[in-house]
T-cell receptor, first 110, second 112 residues
Framework: GENVEQHPSTLSVQEGDSAVIKCTYS??????FPWYKQELGKRPQLIID?????GEKKDQRIAVTLNKTAKHFSLHITETQPEDSAVYFC?????????FGKGTRLHILP | DSGVTQTPKHLITATGQRVTLRCSPR?????VYWYQQSLDQGLQFLIQ???????AKGNILERFSAQQFPDLHSELNLSSLELGDSALYFC???????????FGPGTRLTVL
């Protein structure tokens, strides 16, 4: 079955710097890759997603890249702000079955 | 507010007991997903229903079962509870499988 590895598990960046979180997946049939943000004590919320027919997608300070050949995808956050502090989860979906990575706890340092 | 409701918010019970968690999806959403999130753990996909039918299964224990009713609300039944079942259980809904999922506020289950 599908397996999703996410790195790093914890990431600290200075406010204003960029943050990059990487995920790899095992099943080449996976075709939808969402990223969710979960703030402390709250529910996960989708921040960006990408489908397998697209290599890159951007939404303001957030971008996601997908390399289907290498089976990895990455989340890029630029000009980080304090409100970006949260746990970020990547996921890979195939045939309605979704597998999440273990999450990255992002700390934005003042 | 995502539009997904879950009840109860908190549940405290003893080992060996059985509980039922309830989820109402967003209006118009046909898919319902159940997840388990243990302390400092990621989201474990349990099971998905689409328009009343089981669609996909994840790491769901045999002691757990779920169903989706004709009005599209869903219930997750957990039986013979163990201490390790203590977790936050999320329900999410989407229009179809490859769409944004909207998560409910979760039910925090504590097994003593």
């Amino acid at each position: 079955g599908e397996n999703v590895e996410q790195h790093p598990s914890t990431l600290s960046v200075q406010e204003g710097d960029s943050a990059v979180i990487k995920c790899t997946y095992s099943d080449s049939a996976s075709n939808y890759f969402p990223w969710y943000k979960q703030e402390l004590g709250k529910r996960p919320q989708l921040i960006i997603d990408i489908r397998s027919n697209v290599g890159e997608k951007k939404d303001q300070r957030i971008a996601v890249t997908l390399n289907k050949t290498a089976k990895h995808f990455s989340l890029h956050i630029t000009e980080t702000q304090p409100e970006d502090s949260a746990v970020y989860f990547c996921a890979a979906t195939q045939d309605d079955k979704i597998i999440f990575g273990k999450g990255t706890r992002l700390h934005i340092l003042p | 507010d995502s539009g997904v409701t879950q009840t109860p918010k908190h549940l405290i019970t003893a080992t060996g007991q059985r509980v039922t968690l309830r989820c109402s999806p967003r209006s118009g959403d046909l898919s319902v997903y159940w997840y388990q999130q243990s302390l400092d753990q990621g989201l474990q996909f349990l099971i998905q229903y689409y328009n009343g039918e089981e669609r996909a299964k994840g790491n769901i224990l045999e002691r757990f079962s779920a169903q989706q009713f004709p009005d599209l609300h869903s219930e997750l039944n957990l039986s013979s509870l163990e201490l390790g079942d203590s977790a936050l259980y999320f329900c999410a809904s989407s229009k179809q499988g490859l769409d944004e999922q909207f998560f409910g506020p979760g039910t925090r289950l504590t097994v003593l």
